[in-house]
């Protein structure tokens, strides 16, 4: 299993409520999918349910819980093969 810091990100917000990162991650998105928790990212899981995955360009913007230091809003640039797998797993 894959950890957080492998995958090269830029923190844009920490210490937020489910409601406050979604709001961000729309605001900063073109596309925003709403994947299960468990869902991998470069094999990173993400944990919660309903969790906001926004693509814009190569860009990825999403939800991420640290035990014990809470919600983080994430910022993963050159992900287009993050933005080709949620498009292949999501699309409508």
Do not use: W
């Not at 709403?34 to 990212?41: E, S």
């Not at 990825?60 to 080709?84: M, Y």
Request: with cysteine.
């Amino acid at each position: 299993m894959a950890c957080i810091n492998d995958i090269p990100f830029e923190i844009l917000q920490k210490g937020v409520t489910p409601a406050q990162s979604e709001k961000l991650i729309q605001e900063k998105s073109d596309m925003v999918y709403h994947v299960p928790g468990g869902y991998r990212l470069r094999g990173v899981a993400l944990m919660g349910d309903n969790i906001p995955v926004g693509v814009k360009g190569d860009e990825v913007f999403f939800q991420f819980i640290k035990p014990c230091f809470g919600i983080f809003v994430l910022r993963v640039s050159d992900a287009k093969d993050i933005a080709e797998q949620l498009e292949k797993d999501f699309k409508n």
